[in-house]
């Protein structure tokens, strides 16, 4: 077992390597995206008639969100590689070959973790009294930030395992992407859906995000006006082991290993 | 060389989707003895890739098992994966890294100590005639040192057991000969081959037996002497020529 265990953390390690060498070009990146919508909703928005605290909500649902396009990325260049056979050297390793899977999730929720953690900072700088902290919880947004991304490394695992023809894949960004990120509760929160209509509250209960961006929030800004924190975070894990089980299951079939 | 390695037992393997279904191998029996270069041959979908892919532990069979020290292979995977090494027909290669990369962190997979993987790296850049492309990337490459690199990638953890998928397709007779100098190399260090090609002139060069397939059936096994012998023929391309045409009038 101990060698099974050694070779999937050099899987992840091997990711994350990756990840290293082209890390200050993907914080450049991330760092002016979250800016640009932060500084627009905090700072030229709220001119306009928007809350002023409106920056700091859209800085915690940039950071709560970020996984999802981080991952997504990846997701299409896994199913590439799955689909054109490249992985056929990573499903003989010594180890069961599902777990070579298992560690590229692993990897990406890491690596989008690292991204994503250092936006609190910076967001917190640019809007600095507009960003109330005093009813941060360290322990629930470690908590929600770990389990969230963990779910982004296994949805994108899952998307993978859809995607069959990538010169085709268009759908994924309309069918799946886009709704799921508009409804996630980034622009608002469950609270405002359910004033609208009860039924659009429970609908949104079906979409994974909300629970990561709500468990988010109330780990950032209190409980009160969120959906209660734990049944977040457990909602959370059961749609990442969802996600988990369904993908290995459908790469299984796809590339046939054992 | 008489010790027997692996068993295959009643094999065969059916790929199917929700449309249709199709066998690539069926009934396939056969030992492998220690030390022995066993080369799979057959025409193209004749199912000698399916047959290694099942012997790599890349794909599980259908029916049937692969035996291994009495036991099958599934009932400790891990552990037989470690005498493999695998050289795939596709070229997977991780681009993104150097050769050098590429082969420390193969050997990271098995778990190699940090100063033999060190040692077994410079050994097979030297024995691979690879040593100055060992900062390349891979994509740097051209055809012929892609190939000899993956069978390096193959030899890092030390493998017993190496099975070659078709590596010396679409390559010049030079890099081929260079090829077939390494592969009869691995005789002498007592590694099991599994070769699997469709040139009849490698497969009678370097084999101790050869195993003739066609749809997804072994037709025989014997040695290229015994076969030509056998089939009173000059060399191994009218044995196979002869073998399949009787198969086609059955």
Redesign the interface.
Known sequence: MR??I??FL??V??ELY?FF?EFKGRMIDMVINMVTWVVVFGYFMSDLGLQSSYGALVLVGVIASFGLFETVFRATALSEDVF??????F??????SSWFFIAISVAWAISSGILSISLLPIGKVILWNKFDLSKFSAFKFCTIFVIGNLFYGFFALWLSSLVVNLRNSSWLWNRVISPLYMFCGFFYSWQNAYDIAPWVGYLHLLNPMIYILEGTKAAVFGQEEYLPFWICAFATLVFTLFFYVHSIRKLKKRA??? | MNQILLKARNLSKVYSNKKTSKKALSGVNFELFHGEVFSLLGVNGAGKTTLSSLLASLHPSTEGEILWQNRSIYDDLPAYRKIIGLCPQYQNLDPLLTLEQNLVFQGRYYGMAKNRLKERIEYLLSRFELEEYAKCKADELSGGYKQRFLIARALVHEPTLVILDEPTVGLDPQVRHKLWDYIRNFKKEGITVILTTHYLDEAEKLSNRVCVIDKGKIITIDTPENLKKEWKKGNLEEVFLHLLKGEDEV
């Not at chain 1, 054109?84 to 050297?89: F, G, L, P």
């Open positions: 060698s099974q050694i070779c050099e899987l390690r091997r990756l060498r054109d056979k490249q992985v056929s050297n499903l003989v390793l010594p180890m069961p046939d290993f054992v």
